[in-house]
Every structure is written in structure tokens, then in C-alpha cells.
């Protein structure tokens, strides 16, 4: 069943928790779970919900010097001349949240998105992290903010802050478990397709091969294969440990 919210007004009802149902309330009290598990959890109702940005920055990243934007809730379109930096903003929200330059299809090195005549960029995106599937609330608050910073030579580092501005974590494996948690796969050619990427699944010129890459990034089969890939790995470094540590039991029996 789904959660319902109780609204705080001054005729209090229940009704299903959706969205479009209590714009009108200045607070509701949304329940999760059933029988005597129930969890309670007072939110804005005009929340946004956790995982949609709200606000990319962006410093001597490609055209953009000192630029801001700000998301709506539900759709935002960016227009703008060729040239204006509509996509490079999209590819600074991937470098942002961790999609390297290959998988952009901008060769091999991040420094490349540096502004030309500058030492570094800065990306600074803004999630929210409201709602009762929020990532760890009592630590970050109501908005996350990734940071990330690139050199010339590539080089760079994370920093994930809170919503006073205080950093939280600065290693890539918190990045993804935020990632995860609010399914923000920006590197998912479906979730973020790119000029290039929509020129490979729809021009006749294209062949099966591309396509087919294509569809197993999409599908994130490519993902499982290689998580597949790495669990096997780690079973033979396992097994060739164990086989070691026998055969050292074995020896130290044996001088007995």
C-alpha cells in the first residue's frame, strides 16, 4: 500500500501521498511502512523530492567563465545560439557527478574541459535531500552540494558538503553510494544523451557494433558484466589464498 500524509490545516484529512494532492498544505506528516512499523517524518509539502538538481555552478569549465543556473521542480529548458555552452553545461553536470572525459566521448583527459588561458574549473552541483527518501538527513541536511574541481592536467578532487556548507566526505566511493542511493545515473547514456550519442543510435550510418554498445550501457548490462567480472576475480584471489594458508596449516602439522 502506499504511504498516505496527514495534512496540517485547519481541516485535517488523509489522502494518498501524491504529489499533485498536497500542493495546497504547509506541512504534512508522511507515514511509510504498514502494520506497527510505521515511520513518521514531517516535511515541506511543497518538497522537492531527493535526487533533483537544483542549482549547477560552473567556473572556466569550456565557454563558461562564471555562470549559474538555477532548476525548476518539474522541466527546465535551456535555449541558446550554437556555440552558447547549452551542452557544455550538461557535460559539466556529468564531470560534477563523477562521469570521466572517455565516457563523454571528450578523449581521454578531464583538463581538456578547462577554460583556455586558465589553471583550473569548478563544478559545483546542488541536489536536494528532502523527503522521506532522503540520503542520510541528519547529516546533510536538505540540499547536498558536489564539488569538484579539474587542473589543466586533469587532476582534481571531490568535495561533498552540506547544506551549510560544511564538508561531509571527499572520496569518490561516498560520491557513488549518494549517487546510488538517489539513482542519479548520469552516466547512463538514456538518463543524459549527448549530440553525439543521439547521432550514434539514430543515424542510418551507424553500425550493429555502436548500437549494440549502446543498448548495454543503457540497459547498465555493461555494469553488471563487469561487476560480474570483478566478483569472479576477487573468488580466484580468494580460492589462491586459501590454497596458501592450507598448505601453510599443513606444514606447521607436519612439524609436530
Known amino acids: 500500500e502506499a504511504p498516505y500524509v496527514e495534512m496540517s490545516m485547519k481541516a485535517t484529512k488523509r489522502v494518498m501521498a501524491d504529489t499533485t494532492n498536497i500542493k495546497?498544505?504547509?506541512?504534512?506528516?508522511?507515514?511509510v511502512g504498514g502494520g506497527g512499523n510505521n515511520k513518521r517524518r514531517r516535511v515541506n509539502a511543497n518538497y522537492w523530492k531527493a535526487g533533483f538538481i537544483r542549482r549547477i555552478h560552473i567556473e572556466n569549465f569550456m565557454k563558461h567563465k562564471n555562470f549559474t543556473i538555477e532548476l525548476g521542480q518539474n522541466v527546465t529548458f535551456i535555449s541558446g545560439k550554437n556555440g552558447s555552452g547549452k551542452s557544455a553545461t550538461l557535460q559539466a553536470l556529468q564531470c560534477c557527478?563523477?562521469?570521466?572525459?572517455?565516457?563523454?566521448?571528450?578523449?581521454?583527459?578531464?583538463?581538456?574541459?578547462?577554460r583556455r588561458g586558465c589553471a583550473s574549473a569548478l563544478v559545483v552541483v546542488t541536489v536536494s535531500n528532502e523527503g522521506p527518501e532522503a540520503f542520510k538527513p541528519e547529516v546533510y541536511g536538505s540540499s547536498i552540494s558536489v564539488e569538484r574541481r579539474i587542473d589543466t592536467k586533469g587532476g582534481?578532487?571531490?568535495?561533498?558538503?552540506?547544506?551549510?556548507?560544511?564538508?561531509?566526505?571527499?572520496?569518490?566511493?561516498?560520491?557513488?553510494?549518494?549517487?546510488?542511493?538517489?539513482?542519479?545515473?548520469?552516466?547512463?547514456?538514456?538518463?543524459?544523451?549527448?549530440?553525439?550519442?543521439?547521432?550514434?543510435?539514430?543515424?542510418?550510418?551507424?553500425?550493429?557494433s555502436s548500437r549494440y554498445?549502446?543498448?548495454?550501457?543503457?540497459?547498465?548490462?555493461?555494469?553488471?558484466?563487469?561487476?560480474?567480472a570483478g566478483t569472479a576475480l576477487t573468488i580466484n584471489k580468494m580460492k589462491e589464498l586459501l590454497t596458501l594458508k592450507e598448505k601453510e596449516v599443513n606444514k606447521k602439522l607436519g612439524e609436530f
Open 24 to 31: 495546497e498544505a504547509e506541512e504534512v506528516s508522511v507515514v
Open 97 to 114: 557527478l563523477g562521469v570521466t572525459a572517455k565516457q563523454m566521448g571528450r578523449g581521454s583527459k578531464l583538463g581538456s574541459f578547462v
Open 156 to 208: 582534481g578532487r571531490f568535495v561533498i558538503r552540506n547544506e551549510n556548507g560544511k564538508e561531509v566526505g571527499k572520496q569518490k566511493w561516498e560520491l557513488n553510494m549518494l549517487l546510488d542511493h538517489l539513482n542519479l545515473m548520469v552516466a547512463n547514456p538514456c538518463v543524459v544523451t549527448t549530440q553525439d550519442i543521439a547521432r550514434t543510435f539514430l543515424s542510418g550510418d551507424t553500425d550493429d
Open 213 to 228: 554498445k549502446l543498448f548495454m550501457k543503457a540497459t547498465m548490462l555493461e555494469q553488471v558484466k563487469e561487476n560480474l
